[in-house]
């Protein structure tokens, strides 16, 4: 994940060393024929993970079931980030892959190293900033789908305080917490927004002692950028409502589980195959969000009122039509300094850089 | 103030728990020469047991012993390596981790995303309704009762009867207690599976009542955590107690009291482990000044082969 990524010492990064020696046995194939555009994904964590890695290899199926033979796709999970990851995308380059999609931040480096030896192998590579002719690079705008949560938010909570598990004070965490609050403050302008960070992408046992914490402090909706469904758990018994992180949990909470931010990368890796395949590709930054269906919202709860549905559905319509910017100013940050002016919103470099959090949230 | 600190020791005493049992466990194995770093592994298969055990059978009981049994099969493969084969105790403990962290995942890989209900909280008419000790003291499940318990029933065996007497001196010195006719290797296979046991149920404790669900790696570095608890009781049970609770209780603080003083949120998630730093020292200073010694066991780590 994007998120993973910065953190040198994760959990993935201590079981992935285990893993990624028997997973490159595993997961490569050898093919015969030299017709089908080999094409090779690399993961970060486990396929099973229900998150990050999962989403990614539904977009690797959607290109299996999209161009059929034309096609042979090998995929490697559980890479660790560093040098690892350098030799699992070294090993698909000399193994004859065409195309190669390297799925987390911490794949950047290496990703560059491998490209610069086999220039005729097309990389894209997701979450990261550096490109080359033949490196192309993918994110999603995720903070658009956190608007949509934001307005839900604000129009559930009956206290008027939302708690918010975080991880990392990174600009990815950052810009989502501030497109919740902005866009929750514009159906209920008195919420405030508490925020825990943990330091950590995933460590159960402290994302549920965070959403205990936040709800004895009042908060009535949990929201959260950390990887496990604990915290849901937690609002589950507790009687608040939750978020789903990265794909649909509502079985891990269905009453307070009301809806979920879902990375849907098939459109893209589609649309990426097709221009190797046509000889059309070219090194390009793509940063898509609600409009291309990158991301989408799961199923509302069934309990979600009429009325609160159709202002989410016009909030998640407005952002992809582009009539409505998640950060368009005037905003303050916590200090009360205005950051974005009045009829101006932000640029994707600032937003990439963003290390101030919007006014009413506490941290 | 007082609804204030309530929910965060009630909070405390629960994150304190898998902690402590699987200390509890560590410190009888290390009493008797055997340094077992495998904790970690052997509470994520405990975790991984416990739970699917829980969720076929529908009994909690059946996830319990199905934990304990799963760590007692984990520290019997580190047992045969170690102590049968004489195998280095530190590399087997560290392979015994990352071979837990991997079986766990792909044994328990079915599993994830499956509900299963929460241990049961204890509810005593009358004693959990109380106004503070109530929510503090009994409501929590019985794992919670049990770890406090297996403290206390520690503390017996070790310093009260003659069996502890033998497991810790067969911990000082294998040698002489081979000489004096102690089966050696015997009793550290027995401390090593209770070590096991303990290290399964605290993953248990982890997968069926803290955040009942289980993931993979769901632990999260809380084997290591009982490991330097060990150290830091300084191989005594009650010292375990104060340090899983006082461990358990800083982690839970520093949520609730994260932007109370301005400070930044890295500060207070290294207040645990300012704590560890902060004890150890004044430990390590009283015994240098003559006071109760923090000495581990003379024998810890060295495997054993009996001389004739």
Known sequence: ?363 | MIDFLIPVMAAAISAATPLLLAATGELVVERSGVLNLGIEGMMLMGAMAGFAAALLTGSHLAGLLAAALAGMLMALVFAVLTLSLSANQVASGLALTIFGIGLSALVGAPYVGQPVPALPKLDIAGLSDLPVAGPLLFRHDGLVYFSVAAVAATWWFLNRTHAGLKLRAVGESAQAAHALGHPVIAIRYAASLFGGAMAGLAGAFLSLSYTPMWMEGMTAGRGWIALALVVFSAWRPWRALVGAYLFGGVGIVQLHAQGAWGLPSEMFSMLPYVATVLVLTVISARSQAGGTGSRAPADLGKPFRASR
């Open chain 1, 1 to 363: 994940m994007s998120e993973i990524t910065s953190l040198p010492l994760s959990r993935r990064s201590l079981i992935v060393g285990a893993g990624a020696t028997a997973a490159m046995l595993a997961g490569t194939r050898t093919g015969l024929a030299a017709d089908p555009l080999k094409v090779g994904f690399v993961y970060v964590g486990p396929i099973g993970d229900h998150g990050y890695s999962y989403s990614h290899d539904l977009g690797r199926k959607a290109v299996e079931a999209e161009f059929g033979d034309r096609v042979k796709v090998t995929f490697v999970e559980n890479v660790n980030e560093g040098p690892d990851s350098e030799r699992v995308i070294r090993q698909l380059a000399t193994a004859g892959n065409g195309l190669i999609f390297s799925t987390s931040f911490g794949f950047m480096q290496p990703t560059i190293r491998v490209a610069r030896q086999f220039p005729k192998v097309v990389f894209e590579h997701a979450t990261g900033y550096m490109r080359a002719d033949n490196v192309g690079i993918y994110n999603g705008r995720f903070y658009e789908g956190r608007a949509v949560l934001g307005t839900i938010a604000g129009l559930v909570s009956k206290t008027g305080s939302v708690g918010y598990v975080a991880s990392f004070p990174i600009p990815e965490v950052i810009m989502g917490i501030n497109a919740f609050l902005l866009a929750a403050r514009k159906v209920r302008p008195d919420l405030t927004v508490k925020v825990i960070w943990l330091n950590s992408w995933y460590d159960p046992g402290k994302e549920a002692d965070a959403a205990k914490a936040l709800i004895d402090g009042g908060a009535d909706v949990i929201a959260q950028h950390v990887d496990s469904p604990a915290a849901m758990q937690v609002a589950e018994a507790r009687g608040a409502y939750a978020f789903g992180q990265a794909s649909d949990m509502s079985r891990f909470a269905p009453r307070a589980h009301l809806t979920a931010i879902v990375y849907d990368w098939a459109p893209y890796y589609k649309e990426r195959v097709k221009l190797v395949l046509d000889g059309a590709w070219k090194s390009d930054d793509t940063w898509w969000g609600l409009k291309e269906g990158l991301i989408r919202m799961a199923p509302y709860n069934p309990s979600l009122p009429e009325e609160i549905r159709k202002q989410a559905d016009a909030v998640r319509d407005a952002i992809a039509a582009g009539t409505l910017q998640p950060f368009a100013g005037p905003v303050k940050d916590q200090k009360g300094a205005v950051r974005i002016a009045a009829g101006e919103t932000i640029s994707d470099a600032d937003l990439l850089k963003m290390d101030w959090l919007v006014e009413g949230v506490q941290s």
